[in-house]
Every structure is written in structure tokens, then in C-alpha cells.
């Protein structure tokens, strides 16, 4: 028992030993160290996160003559069923990154922007966050999927990191002090997709496809089915399934068709998404889907006929058609760059690097700061500021870590995304 | 009018699970064992359709036997090198190494392929059957799926029955050791029917995501753990059961989904496996074999 209790004792020591080398690690050391890890990091993840890496570590070398660096550590899917998200998202921060560095960065500071893959996997996504650590990551930019940011929002909070989601829409994903958003709560999602659906006066009879076994979907549904209440239209059937039986939609379809339902919502992310237009059209269902964030991305689907998604609605704040100059001259770099037109979780991902940016200029952050410090300041300086982003103009943050902006809708039109 | 629909897509499903429950059947009735890999090999099979008709432009049927061939070479070398050093083994051995070449197959694919969904191109291009004035529809790839599973089915029956293979296979599953000292070569007839157990299963995977057209690395999985209750339900080594207890499975698994619970359609579906298992251990079509002592 003693030997025991000694050799705990000798762990917990060496353990607390491990971690405040790493933290004065990435504090104090230059940034030539910093390069070596984030090639390291390179190694790990997949070949799409190279550029940035390549990239962070060039601007970092740069970055001595300066204030330091300021290393932003990303997550998301960037391969997988949701990769769609999670590479847009690593895409927009890294165009943000990019200007910033070439306005001369955060108070003098260079930014550093590294983007790990976590698969759409809670799991996965606690290594991508440790291997962030171990670079040195100052603040988290992330996770874009809600179940992967509510795992890693635990350890934040445990490690006082700040961290800003980009797309991490379930409630529990600002639970803690220190976690913030960019994008809409699914409730505020559930329930502005009932008022819009409403107010529009787009239905009269509705259907809904949700997944059970998903915190995002079923939350949606949740507040979307309450909502539905005060509209004047009403909810005729609910099919449910799980993420273990998400290829037959056959009996949630022949049940809406039944009820005769005029629009079908779909609070479900685009994969399934794609086989339920397949299976409505096979089974000859002419209805008009309406979706939220989780259906952006259907039109990358490989090899699905785009042409079943004409006239499906999603609720996104982001429309890469609309004309002010931000999003204009965002939609033209983004093209260039990645050859494609950017989503809203491209939009998000920008907006996560500015409002960052917004939030360490107020609260006046430099790179000698403790990750612990910079956490306090910046959750402090969160509820300060309004930052006119990509997805809303004026968008200000209360401390409950859920943002104040207006919802927006759009329509697939001749395969793009059109503003409604 | 909607019962109908229901019962249409449950046969739909149902074919399915009777076209993965015949691979899995025959390997059973012959070789004694549960080939868990049965699901998996599915899934490459559908891979090699989509890598060969997306990817390269071939004729979906050119791109079948393609299919067929490539997964009747893996068939035979898994059996080659992970079941026949466990011949004498226990079957719970055999079993765990069943459930480890899943795996492999799985992560494999997940590695060629990642894990990003691929929407596959139905192969069966004939038009759909509608009824009543569209009210019902019938996909062609459910009736070619259930032809398909039909004929595979008494094609197998005979083969078994009429074939000096077939009588081969027969005996060995009756009892190995006095069908070697009869003359025939055991290893070769386990193979023999590995071969046509794994090239089954890539028609099955083709039919499979024509219907569902998303292809995983895990889309064999599910699927071939339902076909396998298919299988003990219709009676696991009987021919006709499988494809009686697949159909059966489907109807009951969508029209839990339409009447009960579309959440809990799974957990009935595996609560059928406990009853039958309770109440008729052979199954319905199984025969009792009763041990000589």
C-alpha cells in the first residue's frame, strides 16, 4: 500500500513536472523551436494541412524581428463525413491570417495558424487538441462540429484556453467561461427556422427528418417543434433515426408523403441529407427541403447529382452572392486560392480570426502572456466588443459565450447558393 | 395504400439482407464457421464497382465481374491465411479472427479510400416501377435485387445438391475427418466455397449500394450484422432460409419503423436474434442434427 501510494505521488510529480515544461515551453521559446514542432505537426495530419503549416512556419520566421508570435491551434474534420466543414473553416481563418500578417499582425504580434484534423471524432479531436498543446497553441480556434467542441471544451476550461468555435452550434458548446461562438446556438437555429418558415408562410403542413443519436440534430428539432407552436403552421410527422441505421429513409419519406407535407426540415447534416433528396426522388416525393448549417456542403458531395438539391432551402448567415465589399473581395481571394466558392463555415472561420483579433487588441494581449492570462482577457474583452464580420454586421457577445446577430436564409439555385 | 409502400420498402431492404445472409449461410454450412468478414468483403466490393464505373468509365456489368473476380481473390486468401492455420482450432478462435480480419478490412479501406462518403451511381439503370397513378413506386434495383437473391438462391441449392463440388462440400460439412479419408480434398473444397461465398458478396454489394447509394469503409458492417440475424433466423446453413429470414427481417425491420418506433427498428430487429435463438435454435428452415455419442 505504501509503495503504492509512493509511486502515485512520484507520478502525479512527474506529470506536473511534464506540463509546466511545456507551458514555459511555449511561452518563452523562439520561434525556430516553433517551427520544428509545427513540421512535426505537418507529419501527423493530412496533406491538406500542410500548406498552412508550410506557411505558419514561414511567416514565423518573420516573425522575430517583431513582437512575437501568437499561435492560434485550429480543429476540425478535415477528412471524413463532415470534411466539407472542416477544411472551409481551416480554409477562411488561414485567408484571415494571411491579411492580418500582412497589416502587421495582433498588437506587433505574427500570427500562427495551426489546423489539426479531428475526423468528426470526439475522441480524435482531444488528441488533435494535445498535440495543439504540445506546439504551443496560445487560443483554440474551434472545434466546427458541436460533439467534438463539447469534448474539447472540458479540457479548455481545465486548462484555462481560450476558445472560440466557428460552427460548434449545440448549447453545451459555451457552457464553460471561457468558450465562445461565432455561429448560432441550435436552438436559436430551431427556433428562427420555425419563424422564417412561418413569417414566409412557406408551409402550411411540415415534416421533419432528425437524427436521434445527434446532440445537433435533435436539439434543433427540439426548439423547432416548440416554436412551431407560435407559427401558424404545423408539424404533421417527426421521423426519427440513428447513426446506426442512416441509409433507409424510406418509412420517415412514405410517412411526410402521407401526411401531406409541403416542405420537409432537415436539421440533419448533409450526407444523410444527400440519400433522403435520392431516396424522395426515386419514390417520386415533390417537396420543398428546408435545412440548416449542418446542409451546407451538400453540393461537394462526390458524385451526388447536384441538380436533387435545386430549390433546397438552408437557414446560413453567410451568402456568397451578397454584395458588400467584405464579402465580395473574401469570395474573390477564396476562389483564388482554393479554387471554389466558400461556404458559411469559411465564413465562420474568418470571423473566429478577426473576432480574435478584435478581442486581444481591447483586452491588449502580447506574446509573453500565459495561455492562462490571455484566457482571462480575452473572455473579458469578448463581451466588449462588436465586430463586423462576413456573418453578421454589429455582432456582439454577451457572456453566456452565444452571439447577437440577424439569421439569413438562402436558396440553391442552378447549383449555387442564391440570398433569398 | 401506405401499408403497401411500407411492405414494398421492407422487401426492398429485406432482398438486401437475403442476398448478404446467402454468403454468410454458405460459409457457415459448409465450413463451420462465422465468417464476420462476410460484411466487409461486401464493402470492397462496392468500392471496386465505384473506383472502376466513377473512376476509370467502365460498363457497370464489366465493372461487376471485375468486382467478382477481385473479391473472390480476397476470399480465398483471407481464408488461406487467416482460417486455415485455425482448422483445428476452437471456434471462438476462429470467431475472434473473423472479427480481426473486419477490422483490417475496415481500416484498409479507410486508409485507400478515406473516410469521406462516396455517393455511388446506381447500376441498374431501368425504370421504376409505378403503380396507381405513381402513388406507389417500386426502384428497379428492388426487383432486380430480389430476382437476383432468387436465382442465386436456387442456383446454389442445385450446385449443392447435383455438383460432385457441391456433394463435396456436403460431406465435408457433415464431417471433415471422414470426408478426407473418402478422397476429398477438404482445404480445397473450404476454398471452393470461400470463392463463391466472397464473389456473392460483391453482387451483394453492388445491389446494396445501388439501393443506399453511400459507400463507407463501415458500410458492410451494419448490413452484415443484420444479415447474420437473417441468417439464424431463416436457419444459419439452410439455403432457402436465409433468403426466407433476409426477407423477413426487412418487412419487420421498416414496419416497426412505420408503426412502432423508427428509433427502436434496430433493437427489435436484434431482439428477434434472442427469440429465436430462445425458442427455435435452428431457426425456421434449420435442421436439428443430432450428435452421435
Given at each position: 500500500m505504501k509503495k503504492k501510494m509512493l509511486s502515485l505521488v512520484l507520478a502525479g510529480a512527474m506529470t506536473a513536472a511534464m506540463l509546466t515544461g511545456c507551458g514555459s515551453d511555449?511561452?518563452?521559446?523562439?520561434?525556430?523551436?516553433?517551427?520544428?514542432?509545427?513540421?512535426?505537426?505537418?507529419?501527423?495530419?493530412?496533406?491538406?494541412?500542410?500548406?498552412?503549416?508550410?506557411?505558419?512556419?514561414?511567416?514565423?520566421?518573420?516573425?522575430?524581428?517583431?513582437?512575437?508570435?501568437?499561435?492560434?491551434?485550429?480543429?476540425?474534420?478535415?477528412?471524413?463525413?463532415?470534411?466539407?466543414?472542416?477544411?472551409?473553416?481551416m480554409n477562411g481563418s488561414q485567408i484571415a491570417v494571411d491579411e492580418i500578417n500582412a497589416a502587421g499582425g495582433i498588437n506587433g504580434m505574427t500570427v500562427e495558424l495551426n489546423f489539426q484534423d479531428d475526423e468528426l471524432d470526439a475522441e480524435k479531436s482531444i488528441n488533435a487538441y494535445n498535440a495543439l498543446k504540445d506546439w504551443g497553441a496560445q487560443v483554440l480556434d474551434g472545434c466546427v462540429t458541436s460533439a467534438c467542441s463539447i469534448a474539447v471544451s472540458a479540457k479548455t476550461a481545465e486548462d484555462q484556453m481560450f476558445q472560440l468555435t466557428p460552427s460548434g452550434s449545440a448549447v453545451e458548446c459555451v457552457a464553460n467561461d471561457n468558450a465562445?461562438?461565432?455561429?448560432?446556438?441550435?436552438?436559436?437555429?430551431?427556433?428562427?427556422?420555425?419563424?422564417?418558415?412561418?413569417?414566409?408562410?412557406?408551409?402550411?403542413?411540415?415534416?421533419?427528418?432528425?437524427?436521434?443519436?445527434?446532440?445537433?440534430?435533435?436539439?434543433?428539432?427540439?426548439?423547432?417543434?416548440?416554436?412551431?407552436?407560435?407559427?401558424?403552421?404545423?408539424?404533421?410527422?417527426?421521423?426519427?433515426?440513428?447513426?446506426?441505421?442512416?441509409?433507409d429513409f424510406s418509412v420517415q419519406l412514405q410517412q411526410a408523403k402521407d401526411a401531406g407535407a409541403e416542405l420537409v426540415f432537415l436539421p440533419i447534416y448533409y450526407t444523410e441529407a444527400s440519400l433522403i433528396l435520392t431516396q424522395a426522388a426515386d419514390m417520386g416525393f415533390d417537396v420543398t427541403f428546408f435545412g440548416c448549417d449542418g446542409l451546407d456542403g451538400i453540393l461537394n458531395v462526390e458524385n451526388f447529382d447536384t441538380s436533387l438539391a435545386e430549390g433546397v432551402m438552408l437557414l446560413t448567415p453567410f451568402a456568397a452572392d451578397a454584395t458588400d465589399d467584405l464579402t465580395v473581395k473574401f469570395v474573390t481571394t477564396y476562389n483564388e486560392k482554393y479554387g471554389e466558392t466558400p461556404n458559411q463555415f469559411a465564413a465562420d472561420g474568418y470571423d473566429v480570426i478577426y473576432t480574435i483579433k478584435a478581442a486581444a487588441e481591447k483586452a491588449g494581449i502580447t506574446a509573453d502572456m500565459s495561455t492562462e492570462e490571455i484566457c482571462a482577457a480575452l473572455s473579458q474583452a469578448m463581451t466588449e466588443i462588436s465586430v463586423d464580420g462576413l456573418t453578421g454586421e454589429g455582432i456582439t457577445w454577451d457572456a453566456s459565450g452565444e452571439p447577437t446577430k440577424a439569421p439569413k436564409a438562402v436558396v440553391i439555385k442552378d447549383g449555387v447558393y442564391t440570398a433569398m | 395504400m401506405s401499408f403497401i409502400a411500407h411492405l414494398i420498402n421492407g422487401i426492398s431492404l429485406g432482398s438486401v439482407y437475403a442476398l448478404i445472409a446467402l454468403g454468410y449461410t454458405m460459409v457457415y454450412g459448409i465450413a463451420k464457421m462465422l465468417n464476420f468478414a462476410h460484411g466487409d468483403v461486401i464493402m470492397i466490393g462496392g468500392y471496386v464497382v465505384f473506383v472502376t464505373v466513377s473512376g476509370m468509365g467502365l460498363n457497370p456489368l464489366l465493372s461487376i465481374i471485375i468486382s467478382m473476380a477481385a473479391c473472390t481473390v480476397l476470399?480465398?486468401?483471407?481464408?488461406?491465411?487467416?482460417?486455415?492455420?485455425?482448422?483445428?482450432?476452437?471456434?471462438?478462435?476462429?470467431?475472434?479472427?473473423?472479427?480481426?480480419?473486419?477490422?483490417?478490412?475496415?481500416?484498409?479501406?479507410?486508409?485507400v479510400f478515406g473516410s469521406d462518403t462516396k455517393a455511388f451511381t446506381n447500376v441498374v439503370t431501368l425504370p421504376n416501377l409505378e403503380l396507381f397513378d405513381g402513388q406507389l413506386v417500386i426502384k428497379s434495383v428492388t426487383i432486380v435485387t430480389v430476382i437476383v437473391s432468387i436465382i442465386i438462391m436456387v442456383g446454389l441449392s442445385l450446385f449443392v445438391k447435383k455438383t460432385k463440388i457441391g456433394r463435396a462440400m456436403t460431406a465435408v460439412s457433415e464431417d471433415q475427418g471422414a470426408a478426407?479419408?473418402?478422397?476429398?480434398?477438404?482445404?480445397?473444397?473450404?476454398?471452393?466455397?470461400?470463392?463463391?461465398?466472397?464473389?456473392?458478396?460483391?453482387?451483394?454489394?453492388?445491389?446494396?449500394?445501388?439501393?443506399?447509394?453511400?459507400?463507407?469503409?463501415?458500410?458492410?458492417?451494419?448490413?452484415?450484422?443484420?444479415?447474420?440475424?437473417?441468417?439464424?433466423?431463416?436457419?444459419?446453413?439452410?439455403?432457402?432460409?436465409?433468403?426466407?429470414?433476409?426477407?423477413?427481417?426487412?418487412?419487420?425491420?421498416?414496419?416497426?419503423?412505420?408503426?412502432?418506433?423508427?428509433?427502436?427498428?434496430?433493437?427489435?430487429?436484434?431482439?428477434?436474434?434472442?427469440?429465436?435463438?430462445?425458442?427455435?435454435?435452428?431457426g425456421l428452415l434449420g435442421k436439428k442434427i443430432q450428435e452421435k455419442v
Open positions: 511555449a511561452g518563452t521559446e523562439t520561434s525556430d523551436a516553433g517551427t520544428e514542432t509545427s513540421d512535426a505537426g505537418a507529419e501527423t495530419s493530412e496533406a491538406a494541412t500542410e500548406d498552412t503549416t508550410e506557411e505558419s512556419a514561414d511567416t514565423a520566421e518573420a516573425a522575430q524581428s517583431s513582437g512575437g508570435t501568437f499561435k492560434i491551434g485550429g480543429i476540425g474534420p478535415l477528412t471524413g463525413g463532415a470534411a466539407v466543414y472542416g477544411i472551409a473553416a465562445f461562438r461565432i455561429c448560432f446556438s441550435d436552438p436559436n437555429q430551431g427556433a428562427a427556422s420555425a419563424q422564417y418558415i412561418g413569417e414566409n408562410g412557406l408551409a402550411s403542413k411540415v415534416a421533419v427528418i432528425y437524427d436521434s443519436s445527434d446532440v445537433y440534430s435533435s436539439g434543433i428539432y427540439e426548439k423547432f417543434a416548440a416554436e412551431a407552436a407560435n407559427q401558424s403552421f404545423e408539424i404533421v410527422s417527426a421521423g426519427a433515426f440513428t447513426a446506426d441505421n442512416k441509409t | 476470399g480465398v486468401t483471407i481464408e488461406r491465411v487467416a482460417y486455415r492455420p485455425l482448422r483445428g482450432a476452437s471456434p471462438l478462435a476462429v470467431l475472434i479472427t473473423a472479427i480481426g480480419v473486419s477490422y483490417f478490412l475496415q481500416n484498409v479501406a479507410l486508409l478426407q479419408l473418402m478422397g476429398i480434398n477438404v482445404n480445397g473444397t473450404i476454398a471452393v466455397t470461400f470463392a463463391i461465398g466472397s464473389s456473392l458478396a460483391a453482387v451483394a454489394g453492388v445491389l446494396l449500394c445501388s439501393a443506399y447509394p453511400s459507400l463507407t469503409p463501415y458500410t458492410g458492417s451494419m448490413p452484415g450484422i443484420k444479415a447474420f440475424v437473417a441468417a439464424v433466423f431463416g436457419g444459419i446453413g439452410s439455403i432457402p432460409g436465409a433468403f426466407i429470414g433476409g426477407i423477413l427481417l426487412g418487412v419487420i425491420e421498416n414496419l416497426s419503423k412505420a408503426y412502432i418506433s423508427s428509433q427502436l427498428a434496430d433493437a427489435i430487429v436484434f431482439s428477434i436474434l434472442i427469440i429465436v435463438l430462445l425458442v427455435k435454435p435452428t
